[in-house]
């Protein structure tokens, strides 16, 4: 296995940031082991240092990826892809969720919470400072908590068909809704569980098999981490996401999978 432990010089650059930001990270107690597969298995001590040690590994491997999502999220698509992706930045603005997104952080995004958030911004926009010919927009950066919360509703609502479903409202070429079922399921994915009472060697088993491409940023991430705060599970998450959307932890698993919106 090889150990990779963050640069020093990003130990510098980032408590630059850390005196405007007051975000209680010490990079020095987060370190990144990739096994044979090359897949990142963070260590930390502390639940923000843990988030930021995830945003980084995230860059090193995919960091166009993640910044599709923060364009798709801040409506800068057509920028960087010309105007046959101006309906995306349309979609984005659509849905009313830079509002939404404002009132629930008042009200529901607890000051923990929110400093695990800042802590996972503050990573990637240290990786764009350090390596700022990779960058694909100025203008989408610095990436900002609102921003990651953001894209969970607005991945799910194109995953689930809402934006064919704007298209052909504007359009006025509305298709059958079992065309529009049909063609969210095609999409597909399986979960079955099973107790261990129906298995041959006693053990409880769940299986998540996710129907998505392998590249994109609707491609799943896999990931392990560790902190001594609690945090420890292996698992997938979409690039630009704080946490799983399948995975483990030592009491539990958890998957999911899509359906037709009503």
């Not at 990779?4 to 007051?22: D, G, H, N, P």
């Not at 960091?63 to 798709?72: A, D, H, N, P, W």
Request: glycine share 6%.
């Amino acid at each position: 296995m090889r150990q990779k432990t963050i640069s020093l010089l990003l130990f510098s650059v980032f408590f630059l940031s850390l005196k405007a930001q007051q975000i209680s990270v010490d990079p020095e107690n987060i370190t990144i082991i990739r096994d044979q597969w090359g897949m990142p298995h963070v260590y930390a001590k502390t639940n923000n240092e843990v988030a930021y040690g995830v945003a980084w590994a995230q860059c090193e491997d995919n960091f166009e990826v993640i910044q599709q999502t923060f364009l798709f999220t801040k409506g800068l698509l057509a920028r960087e892809y010309g105007k046959r992706l101006a309906p995306g930045d349309f979609f984005s603005g659509f849905t009313g969720l830079d509002e939404r997104i404002d009132e629930l952080m008042k009200s529901d995004v607890s000051p923990e919470f929110m400093a695990y958030l800042e802590a996972y911004c503050q990573s990637i926009n240290d990786y764009a400072r350090l390596h700022p010919k990779e960058i694909m927009q100025k203008k989408a950066f610095p990436v900002r908590p609102e921003d990651v919360l953001k894209s969970y509703p607005l991945k799910i609502a194109e995953f689930t068909g809402l934006g064919r479903a704007l298209g052909a409202m504007l359009n006025d070429t509305r298709s059958s809704e079992q065309a529009e079922a049909d063609a969210v399921i095609s999409k597909g994915s399986n979960a079955f569980a099973f107790l261990r009472e129906m298995t041959k060697n006693n053990r409880t088993y769940l299986i998540a098999n996710p129907h998505i491409g392998l590249t994109g940023p609707e491609a799943f991430y896999e990931i392990h981490i560790v902190c001594e705060e609690g945090l420890n599970f292996q698992g997938a998450m979409f690039p630009g996401s704080v946490s799983p959307q399948i995975g483990t932890n030592p009491n539990l698993g958890w998957t999911h999978t899509n359906n037709y919106y009503d």
